[in-house]
């Protein structure tokens, strides 16, 4: 009984440390053994939206940039009002594992009142090494207004991809 | 069947312990393993986790993608497919292929192989896309963001999934790799650690590099899951480092490429190198 406490709180402690220290749950007794196979695992999520914020547009074409830090250029004869952020997405995994980052390089958006735009991408690294806490990388984009764009609201989507090689 | 339930069990305290950083969007995910090595007719499961907050719509499907000489992955078409990589997509059968899960909720994919006869020995390769189905742009983003008459408003959505490698092997294989020139630079997002890996033989090399100062046991730099694909001969590595590292790692340095360390971990090329 107090054996079989012992070892569960050696294959919690196994979990604990995820894939390094799995092996001690296969203690070397003769009675009941319990196995975890601790699988290399890889999660993304997206944690901001690429915002162009709000821009009203001006008589001759003109584009918006927003940095892979979020910084914002607003073009000549645009104004340019809200909080500008780039995409950032945020990965987890094993430590020092290297992810390559894949994703479309330009997007088409389609206004509610018609009208498109495009916009091309860019993303802060083409690989991320992954430390202990994980890594992340961002996506920012230049925006290309037409002269007097029709208002509306423009959606579009974009693939993005983190690659396991 | 039971004893894998009880692993996954296991395995599954683990993921929601790790899942329990902050979640936002719907379509945030989880898949284990990494990479998937298939020799032989035998099969394997891939766990799929929904880690967001709401419940979301997976697509997974079959993608070809070449290595670049500078160690990117290419997509390809299908239309643009060589013999060898339509031979990937149909030998690698997997189901499900879309699933609806719940806040938390893992789904077990299985993964098979059916190899034809006479299929002439090498290694067969997909990547294996996870992602979910984005919803119809949400009402409240409009709502919420309601342009001015003369202003227009932008929602971008990213439709973002994870690629992990199904390689297929036939036939007796063998690779060997070697370690060229390494120096650091300065790219437009940072200094970055260079060097090239060259490749010969009929399969891919896969595993950890470990930069080590002679004298010094602490590893500089450790990068792992490095590949060198069998489409490319040689390909170059580029890791960005902090500022500080990239001035550590200038110097004598010991750089070693081993296997995996669930295949052994042995060496595949060492050197001494100087880098600039």
Known sequence: MRKFGMKRAVLGAAIAALAMNASAAHAATATGTATAKILRQITLTNTSALQYA?????????????????????????????TTTAANFDVQGTSGAVVLVGGDSSVTLNGS?????????????????????????????????????????????????ANYQ | MPDFLKGFGLFCVALCGFAASPVHAAGDLLVAP??????????????LNNIGAEPATYRISLEIKRM???????????????????????????????????????QVIRVGVRIPEGTPPGEYRAHMLFRAVPDAAPATASEVAKPASTGVSIALTPIYGITIPVIVRVGNL?????????????TADGPAFNFGLTRTGNRSVYGDI?????GVSEPLLVARGIAVYPEVGARAVSLRVPPELAEK????????????????????????????
């Open chain 2, 34 to 47: 990494t990479r998937v090595v298939l020799d032989g007719s035998r099969g394997t499961e891939v766990v």
């Open chain 1, 113 to 161: 009142l018609g009208g498109t735009m495009t916009s091309s991408l860019t993303y802060s690294s083409a690989n991320i090494t992954l430390g202990a806490t994980g890594g992340s990388f961002q996506v920012g984009g230049t925006l290309n207004v037409g002269a007097n764009q029709t208002a509306g609201d423009y959606t579009g989507t974009f693939n993005v991809t």
């Open chain 2, 174 to 186: 063998g690779a060997e790799a070697s370690i060229g020139e390494a120096w650091v630079a300065d």
């Open chain 1, 54 to 82: 709000t821009i009203i547009s001006g008589a001759t074409a003109s584009t918006v940039s927003v940095s892979t830090s979020g910084a914002a250029t607003c073009g000549a004869g645009l104004t340019c009002t809200g």
């Open chain 2, 68 to 106: 670049t000489a500078a160690g990117g992955l290419d997509e390809i078409a299908e239309a643009d497919a060589t013999p060898a990589e339509r031979a990937a997509l149909d030998m690698i059968a997997f189901s499900p292929r879309r699933v609806t899960l719940p806040p938390n909720q893992p």
């Open chain 2, 210 to 214: 470990e930069v080590t100062r002679p």
């Open chain 2, 249 to 276: 790692l200038k110097g004598p340095v010991r750089i070693r490429y081993s296997e995996d360390r669930e295949v052994g971990g042995g060496t595949i090329d060492q050197v001494d190198r100087v880098v600039k």
